[in-house]
């Protein structure tokens, strides 16, 4: 069964410009998150959907973040404009149900410069 | 907010010595999970904790959930190089059950 599967797997970027990550989570995982990880830290939540619905984007910084889940199975985290501090790895993970166990994809790692 | 400390931060140990890593949450956890993450890799999911004072094993790994669901404990007895990694503790988020706050990590290098 695959896993999680996130790219681009690396991507470095001047600030300003804008990125994009895609995720494809595990088949029949109807929970889908996003997180970021600084180095050094634990993954920090940006966003979870339940389907196609958003249901907690409470962390998810709205001026230059936006993400979609068309269709309830890809996802996409769009950054626009980067900043320096937005350096970081973007985990995408999948569960399902939303209370099993999370399966995380192997990340992006944004270096904006 | 709500805050999940481990301790300690970084742990170097002899190949063969044990490794403890404590997880501190300053709220009541309905359950806790453990994640250990590879230099360079994801998090990859360990063990789920649900009742006071659980305490489960797998192999080398020992795992046990406070009586007050606030505090757990990772042990690994006689590490391997193949142990290294972060090991991180996560627990239900305030913003609802489905959401995992991760601890701070503790980086485990064993020295062969």
């Known amino acids: 069964e695959a896993g999680v599967v996130q790219s681009p797997r690396y991507k470095i970027i001047e600030k300003k410009q804008p990125v994009a990550f895609w995720c494809n989570p595990i088949?029949?995982?109807?929970?889908l998150y996003w997180y970021r990880q600084n180095l050094g830290q634990g993954p920090e939540l940006l966003i979870r959907?339940?389907?196609?619905?958003?249901?907690?984007d409470s962390q998810l910084p709205k001026d230059r973040f936006s993400a979609e889940r068309l269709k309830g199975v890809d996802s996409t985290l769009k950054i626009q404009p980067a900043e320096l501090g937005d350096s970081a790895v973007y985990l995408c993970?999948?569960?399902?149900?939303?209370?099993?166990?999370?399966?995380f994809g192997e990340g992006s790692w944004l270096t904006v410069v | 907010g709500q805050q999940v400390m481990q301790i300690p931060q970084y742990q170097h140990v002899q190949e063969g010595e044990d490794f403890t890593t404590y997880c501190n949450s300053s709220t009541t956890l309905s359950n806790i999970q453990w994640y250990k993450q590879r230099p360079g890799g994801h998090p990859v999911f360990l063990i789920q904790l649900v009742k006071s004072g659980e305490v489960k094993k797998q192999k080398r790994l020992t795992f046990q959930f406070g009586e007050a669901k606030k505090n757990s404990s990772l042990h690994i007895t006689a590490t391997q190089t193949t142990d290294v990694g972060t090991y991180f503790c996560a627990g239900p988020g305030q913003t609802g059950a489905n959401n995992l706050f991760f601890g701070t990590g503790t980086r485990l290098t064993v020295i062969p």
């Open positions: 993970a999948s569960s399902f149900g939303g209370r099993n166990t999370i399966y």
């Open positions: 088949s029949g995982h109807n929970t």
């Open positions: 959907y339940e389907n196609e619905e958003a249901v907690d």
